[in-house]
Nanobody, 126 residues
């Protein structure tokens, strides 16, 4: 198990940028796949981006492809989500998630992750 703490959320104007961070406890973060999900008021939690244990392959929701970039620093036990060209519809609570990377699983399914952060609010004004 890892403990996850997100930071970096805030209020930004449309077209602006934010970088979210996800600090993980423990010494085996490199063994975990990591994902970012978001939940807007009145909506279900949705997949944003994920990155494999090795960091070599990343996955993105169509709605953020080309604007968001997921990355990780295993030496620093931290994951990141760089968000550019933000839109009002990106407004949501953003959650970091992780799971031990064993066997095949769908990186875009929230139910596959068993470690979650508390979330950080991102608000994009028009």
């Amino acid at each position: 198990q890892v403990q996850l703490v997100e930071s970096g959320g805030g209020l930004v104007q449309a077209g602006g940028s934010l970088r979210l961070s996800c600090a993980a406890s423990g010494r085996t973060f490199s063994s975990y796949a990591m994902g970012w999900f978001r939940q807007a008021p009145g909506k279900e939690r949705e997949f944003v981006a994920a990155i494999r244990r090795s960091g070599g392959i990343a996955y993105y929701a169509d709605s953020v492809k080309g604007r968001f970039t997921i990355s990780r620093d295993d030496a620093g036990n931290t994951g990141y989500l760089q968000m550019n060209s933000l839109k009002p519809e990106d407004t949501a609570v953003y959650y970091c998630a992780a799971r031990l990377s064993v066997g095949w699983f769908s990186h875009s399914e929230a139910r596959e992750y068993n470690n979650w952060g508390q979330g950080t609010q991102v608000t994009v004004s028009s």
